[in-house]
């Protein structure tokens, strides 16, 4: 996105299926650009606002409600509505470099592959809710369901021992098959704006393919 002024702040997604490494990258990159002299927001979805929290919190601890696949796609799309204009238009505005974890791409792999909603209609209402806001670039962190659900699995135990998966992490193999395919044919659809992360190597290997990829925007 174009600033005023000399500088020009950018909107980087990070995507990828469950224990991809996004989270631990984006807080890795958002240093590296700090010391660099670049602001930067580094934010996540669901999430980012007051109230995108508590729709993470609906969303995603187990509760004793279900959720159906349509209400799980408008709360996903409200959560981001809100993030766009609360926290991220006013960032870019600020000429601050946005860090995203996962954005609208995550809907049409999730809520569209995954869980088999009509793409069309997945499509019109990402647009609605992002209010158009289209990200710079999109750093796809491809990596196979088996390792990423083990890397997740131990990081949520950890974190919560009673909890041994997250509302996401309990669906099955196929789920996460379709939903690394999803995301690979939407990268295949736009690789101008997409670049794909090999994210089963170690962490410094993949902290150097993140570098890179940011230094190509500066
Ligand atoms: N969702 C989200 C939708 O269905 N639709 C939507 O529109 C949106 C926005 C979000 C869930 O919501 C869904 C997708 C998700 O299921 P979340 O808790 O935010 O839930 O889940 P994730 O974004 O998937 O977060 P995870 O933590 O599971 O994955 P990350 O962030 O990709 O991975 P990270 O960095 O936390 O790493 C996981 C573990 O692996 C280790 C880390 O130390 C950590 O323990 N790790 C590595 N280990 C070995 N080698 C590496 N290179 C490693 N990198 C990290």
Redo the contacts with the bound molecule.
Sequence with gaps: MAMKGDQVAKFVT?E????????????LAAEWLRERGIPVLAT????GTPLGQKI?EI??NRGAWTIGAEA??LL??A??AQHVRETILPALAANQWVLC???????????GF??GLDAKFVKSLNAFSSLSLVPDRTLL?D?SPE??LA??K???T?LRPEAAE????QEERAFHER?RKGYLTLAAAEPDRFRIIA?????????GEVRDQLECLF
């Excluded at 990828?16 to 807080?27: A, P």
């Excluded at 994210?199 to 902290?207: H, I, N, P, S, W």
């Design positions: 990070f990828g299926g469950e224990g991809s490494g996004k989270t631990t990258q984006i807080r996540a979805e669901p999430g993470r969303l995603l799980e796609l996903f799309a959560a981001r974890d996962r954005f609208a791409d995550a809907t049409f792999a999730y809520q995954g869980r962190f990596l390792i990423g890397r997740a131990r990081r949520v950890g997250d509302r996401f992490e939903i994210a089963a190597g170690d962490l410094d290997t993949v902290r």
